[in-house]
């Protein structure tokens, strides 16, 4: 293997930067070549790359985002456009790839090599922290830092006008953000997608709030939630209790910017190292992750159809300790 290709598909996530610049210059630690692709899987079909170098990546470690550009690509999805991305890698003598994303960017990952042999070893970068075989995904971090950040800020205002703030954070399939946020800002109430949530719980958990004199309450709420809309939970809550003044704030894409954490960025350092190396030692078809403070490798297939577990010891403690 003399040349590596390596790009980032799907949401961004803080820390992808750190694993570009760990792939690019591992390269070429091994005397290999390093290309990196623009625009995800689009950019591969369209042949958008660039070789770089351990120069090229200088500097990017503290940046958030990824200066490689990131898309969902729809003509990926279909076998001619895999098609297209196995002749651009041929045509410009990419004779491996290191892909940087979430659950959709391995799926498309697992095919390309399905389909055409290619070697690929993949990083997990997302936020949500949902895939199956290491117990932290880059961006993940940061992420989680961003929002206790935002919400210990609402809270200033929440105990200055005793008001009842609804908090909604990324999450469609996955609670980890709003738990763990949850649980370091002391929320009242965390809503989850992993959980049968009702209109009543909730309803008594601010009754909880009220009878110990709470000043300020805050309620975390995970975009995917069974519950429904921020907006809609909300609603209810007011024509409960006609009294409270409630607000709501939707972080949104807040939660994906800003430098990557110290975690973030070891992480991200650590797994683009083995990501080469596992290239180099003929591993194809997997990603890499990190269990317990060590490099492990999850088959493609199983970090997509597996999904990583939610910690209901966590929501235990969360209740415990909002009283």
Request: aromatic fraction near 6%.
């Amino acid at each position: 293997m003399k040349t590596i290709g390596v790009l980032t598909s799907g949401g961004d996530a803080p820390g992808m930067n750190a694993a570009i610049r760990a792939v690019v210059r591992t390269s070429v630690f091994y005397s290999k070549r390093a290309v990196g692709i623009y625009r995800g899987y689009d950019g591969l079909i369209g042949g958008e790359t660039n070789e770089l170098n351990a120069k090229s990546v200088k500097n990017i470690l503290e940046m958030g985002g990824t200066i490689l550009q990131s898309a969902r690509s729809d003509a990926f999805r279909t076998p001619e456009g895999r098609e297209k991305a196995a002749l651009t890698m041929k045509s410009q003598g990419i004779d491996g790839l290191v892909v940087i994303g979430g659950n959709g960017t391995f799926t498309g990952a697992h095919l390309l090599h399905e389909e055409h042999a290619i070697p690929v070893v993949g990083i997990p970068g997302t936020i949500d922290n949902d895939l199956f075989g290491t117990d932290m995904t880059i961006g993940y971090d940061t992420a989680c830092n961003t929002v206790m950040e935002c919400i210990d800020k609402i809270r200033d205002t929440a105990n200055s006008h005793n008001r009842l703030f609804f908090v909604e954070v990324m999450g469609r399939d996955a609670g980890f953000i709003a738990l763990h946020t949850g649980l370091a800002t002391g929320a009242l109430e965390v809503i989850l997608p992993e959980r049968n949530t009702t209109l009543e719980d909730v309803f008594a958990s601010i009754e909880r709030g009220q009878s110990n004199q709470k000043t300020s309450n805050i309620i975390v709420v995970a975009e995917g939630n069974k519950i429904g809309s921020t907006f809609s939970i909300a609603d209810a809550v007011k024509q409960r209790f006609p009294e409270a003044d409630t607000k709501v704030t939707i972080l949104g894409h807040l939660q994906r910017g800003g430098s990557p954490s110290c975690a973030d960025r070891i992480n991200a350092s650590q797994l683009g190292v083995a990501a080469v190396e596992a290239l180099l030692n003929g591993k194809t078809d997997v990603m890499m992750g990190m269990v317990t403070g060590k490099i492990t490798q999850t088959f493609f297939q199983q970090a997509i159809f597996n999904k990583a577990p939610l910690d209901m010891e966590l929501v235990r403690m969360a209740r415990i300790l909002s009283i």
